[in-house]
């Protein structure tokens, strides 16, 4: 690949994803009311994502819609609600009524037939016909029941928002069924969601390339920000990322989620630095999610390049293993384990690295956990089942998921080594941990910053496959920056 251009062309989405996603819904739906002995009848029922202006101004911010709703029925628009009777799998799309000035300033006012043929649905109707539409539809005995998403994001600690309209006091509401069944049908993604996910880890892995390429000593941080939307949008069709743009470099760098309104990415790059840019580009609301670490000179230090092969052989190390079955809490520590062995071979550390491990020394230079579901949300949820609950220690109550892994889960791995002070500091004064630093050896780290090393992976029947095509080992990484091509055999 060039500079400044793209092998890649922005795939044409099938709405035949999100008609395989209801069926996948429905089917787990039926057979959970099946088990308990209940009715096969009543509305899944969804209210799509609202508009939101900024504070108590008049500008919209750019809308994306919520993710279940996008998952079900691929709707890109704000204001919607949708409809799945359970007896058949008819599903009905609601459609917000819109003034007639609408035309005027936003453009051409669809009608419902328009929606019911782009979102291939059975039946398009106005929102403000939803309690009228359901009952006429509703084929079962009794009071209609609807089925409403109600449940918890383990890694946000929201709770999902169950729909609202006028006339639902007509209807039966159960609001702890349909969340884990949905939630859980994310979890295992469909060959059409991972060609979704593998474009957007495409158009991003080349975007991270062009950053490396164009990157120097001088630049600032928000820069290589802007290189990486520039090229995720013009060549990729990106519009969204699924993420802030995390762009640290040197000492900034072992801030795990810098990049944010009071770490806006604006540090003047340094030669001698190292910078960590997790940077993704979402395409129809599928994500991305890549880290690359690199000197911003091109060249790696002997300190830079012991702790990035640390991380890379921690990275590769847990690839190396993972398939259907393997535990995910275990993974994390065989990260841990590589980065401290690697650690107490660069005599930064000294000691037994299985007392290290108990003395929960990983979580000081890993402070968050190896990784995440990956999909429409950036961390996707299911991470935690019912009776799974979150470890309590430094490092592991970050995991995202301790779960088994399975065939089509889509996981990121991004082990990481970081020097922050506000870790470090505490342990070296810490009569049980401060035995394993040779503190002479690790203050040579001051102001280093970290390096984390993330890519996307689908498991397979067999094992697992990297989504990401991003150069990983020191002598690609150099030679990309030096304007060799990437992938090299092109």
């Not at 158009?203 to 630049?219: D, L, P, Q, T």
Request: net charge negative; hydrophobic share 40%.
């Amino acid at each position: 690949m060039a500079s400044g251009s793209s092998l890649l062309l922005p795939p044409q989405v099938p709405m035949e994803l999100h008609i395989k996603n209801r069926e996948k819904l429905l089917e787990s739906l039926h057979q959970h009311l099946s088990h308990s002995s209940r009715p096969l009848h009543g509305f899944v029922l969804l209210q799509g994502g609202e508009e939101h202006m900024r504070h108590d101004t008049d500008h919209v911010d750019l809308f994306r819609q919520e993710s279940y709703f996008a998952y079900l029925f691929g709707v890109k628009e704000p204001g919607f609600y949708a409809a799945i009777d359970v007896a058949n799998g008819e599903t009905i799309l609601f459609a917000p009524r819109l003034p007639d000035d609408y035309a005027v300033w936003l453009g051409k006012i669809k009608q419902p037939s328009y929606f019911k043929e782009h979102y291939k649905v059975d039946k398009a109707c106005f929102t403000n016909e939803i309690a009228s539409v359901l009952e006429q539809h509703y084929q079962g005995s009794g009071t209609p029941l609807l089925f409403l998403l109600y449940g918890l994001n383990t890694d946000s600690n929201n709770f999902a928002k169950p729909a609202e309209f006028e006339g639902i006091d007509k209807f039966d509401k159960d609001l702890t069924t349909l969340h884990p069944i949905l939630t859980e049908c994310r979890v295992i993604k469909t060959d059409m969601e991972i060609a979704l996910i593998q474009y957007a880890n495409d158009i991003s892995s080349e975007a991270h390339i062009e950053v490396m390429r164009k990157v120097k000593v001088g630049m600032k941080e928000y820069q290589l920000e802007s290189m990486f939307l520039h090229h995720a949008y013009m060549y990729g069709g990106c519009r969204h990322c699924s993420y802030t743009c995390i762009c640290p470099t040197g000492e900034n760098s072992a801030i795990l989620h810098y990049g944010n309104a009071a770490t806006p990415n604006d540090k003047t790059l340094e030669d001698g630095d190292i910078a960590l840019l997790d940077m993704g580009a979402e395409y129809h609301f599928y994500g991305s999610d890549i880290t690359c670490s690199f000197p911003v000179n091109g060249k790696f230090t002997s300190d830079q390049s012991l702790i990035y092969n640390a991380v890379l052989d921690a990275h590769n190390a847990v690839i190396s293993v993972m398939k259907p079955g393997i535990c995910w809490l275990d993974m994390h520590i065989l990260a841990e384990k590589v980065i401290l062995e690697s650690l107490k071979k660069g005599q930064i550390l000294v000691g037994d690295v299985n007392e290290m491990l108990s003395a929960r020394l990983g979580g000081i230079f890993m402070p968050h956990g190896l990784g995440h579901f990956l999909g429409i949300d950036t961390h996707d949820p299911g991470g935690y089942l019912k009776d799974l609950k979150r470890i309590n220690e430094a490092g592991l109550k970050y995991l995202r998921t301790i779960r088994e892994l399975q065939e089509g889960m889509v996981m990121t791995v991004e082990p990481g080594c970081y020097f922050n002070d506000s870790l470090l500091l505490p342990a070296m004064n810490n009569p049980k941990t401060s035995k394993f630093f040779n503190q002479k050896v690790i203050n040579r780290f001051n102001g280093f910053g970290g390096v984390r090393i993330e890519s996307a992976m689908v498991i397979t029947a067999s094992g697992c496959y990297n989504m990401t095509k991003c150069p990983r080992e020191i002598h690609e990484v150099e030679a990309v920056m030096a304007g060799a091509p990437w992938p090299p055999n092109i």
